[in-house]
Structures are given as structure tokens and as C-alpha cells.
């Protein structure tokens, strides 16, 4: 089982929710979303729990809103925020077309509708504790039939190799240097109304957006592959992302060799140089750079008196930001991925790559 600690948790679901834009588009709400490693914890309780107490009579931090002397006991909490927030969740609600939920996830937010325990009105208490117990007993049939099984060793499998690509990846880059900073330049192509244009439409190409991005991403990764004894490029990554209006995306993210620690603005760089001819903010397609503070500059206030998308393996707190660099690119996999169940980040350009 895949562990994360509050940071990686915290780290992974904002830049999930800020490349997704999933809550970007709310009006003002008192009710705070629930975060999809929320539902992982609720998960892991159903597993291994046996009785599901959600009311009591002890006193607890929260009261029932209605009834007297009735509290909500720490794991009630838990499952009537859960219960709430799924009814309206973009991730768990088909907000983003053919994207996947982890598997588990998927059949809880689907059990939870089945059951209608959303329905039920709160003052009813006893209603509310057997239709989650209810739910919770057929989760747990369900978790152990052969499909879902399968479905949930597939993703973990990936997930694992995903992790260990980057892991070898970033050694590579820390074998090459002692210090590097990392850009990022997102190619994107939007989406009239979340739809792919038709057969007649001004817009319309015998590609998908995604083909569409692909191929554009892999002239700017060859441009700078061309050049990177110029540019001092060591490695690529390229990830796939999606926001909530369909806006199909591939994020090239390049580790940039830095031979000395002076602070050099990216417009004045190789790189930069390689890449701009490149730039463009058109209707439906855009390449920009990045805004994520740990793979572009000028995003964030300086740091040791770096960027802080800049990396030295012999300064203090070093292995702490990789590791928030490392769960922004891979952990939001564990919960969400696009098109099939292969991870959204791939290695490009890498040591077999370079030393040829």
C-alpha cells in the first residue's frame, strides 16, 4: 500500500487542483471540498473496520445539529463530509472527460449514490448509520472481486514503475551536477465548449487536441535536444494534463545544468533562446511557460537567494523541495489519471538519451 505524509498529500491534491482548475470556477461556499486523500483515509477505515459507529452519546467535539445529547463520533466526521462532498466533487462527479479515478475511490462515490445515504435527511440518524453500514458491506464485497482486484493491482503496478522511472531519472540528473534548475513550458490546445470540433467547423483537424499537442511537443522537445550542450539541458519529462474545461495539455518540464550559482534571468538563457520562437497565446492553442514556483522562476519569492525552481545538492533543506518537486510530478497519479490507467508522466529524454 502507497503511504503519503501530510506534505506529499497536501503538495500533490494543490497542484492537482490548480493544473485541473477543479475548483477554479466556484462561487463564494462556506462548505470546505474534501480532498481525494480524504476518501483514501475513509478507504483504509472500511477495510480494516468492523463496526461503523457514526452517532453517540459520548460527547465528542461535534454535536448532532437537531438532536439533543447525540454527537458525531471522529470517523461520522469523516463519512458525512465524504457523503456530502460527493455530490458535488468535479473528480468524482465525471466533471473531466476520460479521465479515471483511482479504482476504490470510484466504486465508494458510486456505492455512496447507489445507497443514497445523501438523501437521507441527517435528523434521521439511525437511517443515516445503516445506510452507510450498508454501503460499507458491499464495499467491501466489492473490493474483493476479481475485476476490481485486478483493476487495483494494474494501478498500483504503474504507479510503482512510475515512481521508480523518476527516481532513476533524477539520479541520473544528480550524478550529471551538483546543481540545476528545472523549467517547465506548458503546450496546450483548448476546446469550444469541452468538445472536439466537427467535420465543418473553422477549427476543425483530423487530429485530436491531444495528437494535436503531441506533435507540437515533440518538435520543441527535438529543437532542444538538438542544442543541449548549448543549453545545458540534461534531461526531459513531458506530463499530461487536463483542466475542467477539457483543455488538453502536455507539460515539458526541462533539468538545466547550472555550472555556478550566479542569478540569471530565464529570458536570458540558451534555453530560453530555443524556446521562444515556440511561444504563442492563440485562441485555442497555447505555449507558455510554467507558474508552478518549483519548475519556473519568478513565480515565488527567492529562496537562499535563488529561484526557487533552482536546486543545489550541497545546500540546507535541499532533499525536503525535491521531494515536494518529486510528489507535484508524480503522486497526483495515485488518484487521477488521463485516458487509460498509464501514468501521466514519461521521461522523454533521459541517460540513454544523453550519453549517446
Known sequence: MTTFNAMEKTEALNYLNVVTKAYAYQGYTHVVPVSLASYSELIHKIKTGKRFR??????????????????????????????????????????????????????????????????????????????????????????????????????????????????????????????????????????????EPVFGDPDFRDMSAYEIVQEQCKEIIQAVWRNRRQNNVLGILSREEMDIEQAQSIRLIFFVRKKHSDLIKFNSTPLYQTLEPYLMNLNLDHVVLGTTYT???????????????????????????????????????????????????KVERGKADYER
Open 54 to 195: 457514526i452517532f453517540t452519546n459520548n460527547p465528542t467535539a461535534v454535536s448532532h445539529p437537531f438532536i439533543p445529547n447525540l454527537y458525531v463520533t471522529n470517523l461520522g466526521r469523516l463519512v458525512l463530509a465524504i457523503v456530502g462532498d460527493n455530490t458535488c466533487n468535479p473528480y468524482t462527479t465525471g466533471r473531466f472527460q476520460n479521465a479515471l479515478l483511482h479504482p476504490e475511490i470510484a466504486l465508494l462515490s458510486q456505492l455512496m449514490f447507489k445507497h443514497r445515504i445523501c438523501d437521507i435527511p441527517i435528523g434521521a440518524y439511525q437511517d443515516v448509520e445503516q445506510a452507510c453500514e450498508m454501503c460499507f458491506a458491499d464495499f467491501k464485497v466489492q473490493i474483493q472481486t476479481r475485476a476490481i482486484t485486478t483493476q487495483c493491482r494494474s494501478w498500483s503496478n504503474r504507479f510503482g514503475h512510475l515512481t521508480t522511472s523518476y527516481d532513476r531519472f533524477l539520479e541520473f540528473i544528480c550524478g550529471e551536477t551538483n546543481r540545476f534548475e528545472v523549467h517547465s513550458l506548458v503546450v496546450q490546445r483548448k476546446l469550444r465548449n469541452g468538445l
Open 295 to 345: 519548475m519556473n522562476s519568478g513565480n515565488a519569492p527567492l529562496f537562499q537567494g535563488q529561484e526557487q525552481n533552482y536546486y543545489d545538492l550541497k545546500q540546507i533543506h535541499v532533499g525536503n523541495r525535491l521531494n515536494v518537486l518529486k510528489v507535484q510530478l508524480v503522486a497526483p497519479d495515485y488518484w487521477f489519471r488521463l485516458r487509460d490507467n498509464a501514468p501521466s508522466l
